[in-house]
């Protein structure tokens, strides 16, 4: 399900790569619930591209224009992706001796805990179940394998090529 609706008579530069995008948007689930939405403050502004968006999100913008709304379901791997097993990972209990001898702020499956790759990047993972022996957590994104109903409201989309200058008084 793709829609669009203009509101508007309002010329703008369509949604391309590149291009300086202004707008509002919601992620919600099928089931209506809201993961994300910016519609009750300061609308969001990304350059096409910049990684700022994922490339699903991006897509699903391509074309549109100023005063223009999108609302389309995004499979899952278009979205967060789908759910890769290989991403569940079986760790030793006595790795996790500390974290889990912490009775101030208890771990349970559900508790997002944080590892640090051999680059230094803080990779999240959702511990999924402590047994006597081992750990296992969930590397996947926790919206993996979810549809995503993607709802935008363009603002203002600025070409790649133009040149935004603010005049000051």
Known sequence: MREQTDTG???SAPVA?????????????TDGTVIDSNYE???AT???GDGNLLPGFEAALMGAVAEQTIDVVLP???????VNPANVQTFPRQRFAGLL????D???PGTVVSFTDSGGNEIPGVLKQIGELNVVIDFNHPLAGRDIVFKASVISVLAAD?????LQG
Not at 162 to 166: D, G, K, P, S
């Open 46 to 48: 990304f350059t096409v």
């Open 106 to 108: 208890p771990v349970e």
């Open 76 to 82: 899952a791997a278009q979205a967060f992706g789908d």
């Open 9 to 11: 008579m309002k010329q």
């Open 162 to 166: 133009v040149q935004a200058v603010r």
């Open 17 to 29: 790569p590149g291009a300086r995008v202004t707008l509002h948007f919601s992620l919600s689930l």
């Open 41 to 43: 403050s300061s609308p």
């Open 101 to 104: 001898a912490n009775t101030t």
